[in-house]
């Protein structure tokens, strides 16, 4: 019974994180727009802005989803077909919510995400 409540404790920063990456890709998308009147039928950047967002460049890629990726695989490891394939003990576990903590919690949405870091390694 002892680890079900730090189960749960760890479940719910991967939920916290979750939202941390929603919050992320919600501030990241709200400003972008279709140009389509003001672009040709062939324009090569005509809506370059939609590239800073969805692109497999490394640099773009892992800085937006790093959080909404981790935040599920956070969750993920609370499903039994997937928990037995990533975390093999409670060390891999702990080590696994302190990289969630610095990478995919913190420099993001501010003191909110501050704040979900200090909770995942708490």
């Not at 972008?32 to 370059?48: A, M, Q, T």
Request: with cysteine.
């Amino acid at each position: 019974r002892s680890h079900f409540g730090s189960s749960r404790f760890a479940q719910s920063a991967s939920v916290l994180t979750l939202l941390v990456g929603i919050i992320h890709l919600v501030e990241s998308v709200k400003n972008l727009s279709v140009e389509f009147g003001d672009c040709g039928f062939i324009e090569v950047n005509c809506n370059y802005a939609w590239r800073t967002v969805f692109a497999f460049n490394p640099n773009v890629f892992f800085d937006l989803w790093t959080p909404f990726v981790f935040g599920l695989v956070g969750i993920g490891l609370h499903l039994r077909c997937v928990h037995y394939k990533i975390v093999l003990n409670y060390v891999l576990y702990a080590l696994f919510m302190l990289v969630n903590a610095l990478f995919a919690s913190m420099g993001y949405t501010g003191q909110f995400g501050v704040c979900v870091a200090a909770y995942s390694i708490a």
